[in-house]
């Protein structure tokens, strides 16, 4: 079946530290993937996106996520970590015939000072 | 740049009342969603429309809900009869295309059923 796995609930790290969060599909063919990010209260903003070509794909606010076939990830990175980052976020993948996203359990990103 | 807005931010309810979200797409947009988020749990997918007509639903778009576009503009969730559990954040999302491309997600109706 298809879906969309963020193994990690909640992460932690200091303000100007790297980030990584995991992000696992599984699908039949190539998915585009999503990262969405949502701040306490407020609605889904996305990061960025992949549909092909180029596997390191770059969004804003600084982030960046790189495809892997051979692992089925789609991780998402920051090399220095802002407190505002503070948030939880969201891999998204194609989850029907009409467009329609499933998303995994998102992860909760605490920064500490 | 356009986006989706949604109306109210926050609804309060009694149980068994009926309850209607709004939604305003983003004009250009042919393909419109909704999705809900219960308290600490994910994202999950309601309904997609398109051409003035559900096009796909999950299990959770029982009898109790429908979704409308009633003038053009805005696109409507309507639960007939809530119950405690469609406590939920409801997002509604508009894309131009259905695959693949970038869905955009309004700031949610936060939805209390008493």
């Known amino acids: 079946a298809q879906s969309v796995t963020q193994p990690d609930i909640h992460i932690t790290v200091s303000e100007g530290a790297s980030l990584e969060l995991r992000c696992n599909y599984s699908?039949?063919?190539?998915?585009?993937l999503f990262w969405y990010v949502q701040s306490p209260g407020q609605g889904l903003q996305l990061l960025l996106k992949?549909?092909?070509?180029?596997?390191l794909v770059q969004g804003i606010k600084g982030f960046e996520a790189e495809f892997k076939r051979s692992q089925s990830s789609f991780n998402l990175r920051k090399p220095s970590v802002h407190w505002s980052d503070a948030a939880e976020y969201f891999c998204a993948g194609p989850g029907g015939s009409q467009g329609n996203l499933i998303f995994g359990k998102g992860t909760k990103l605490s920064v500490k000072p | 740049e356009p986006e989706v807005t949604q109306t109210p931010s926050h609804q309060v309810t009694q149980m068994g009342q009926e309850v209607i979200l709004r939604c305003v797409p983003i004009s250009n947009h042919l393909y419109f969603y909704w999705y809900r988020q219960i308290l600490g749990q994910k994202v999950e997918f309601l309904v997609s429309?398109?051409?003035?007509?559900?096009?796909?639903k999950s299990e959770i778009f029982d009898d109790q809900f429908s979704v409308e576009r009633p003038d053009g503009s805005n696109f409507t969730l309507k639960i007939r009869s809530t119950k405690l559990e469609d406590s939920a954040m409801y997002f509604c999302a508009s894309a131009r295309d259905y695959t693949p491309d970038t869905q955009y997600f309004g700031p949610g109706t936060r939805l209390t059923v008493l």
């Open positions: 429309f398109y051409n003035n007509e559900i096009s796909e």
């Open positions: 992949y549909f092909s070509g180029d596997t």
């Open positions: 699908y039949g063919a190539t998915p585009y």
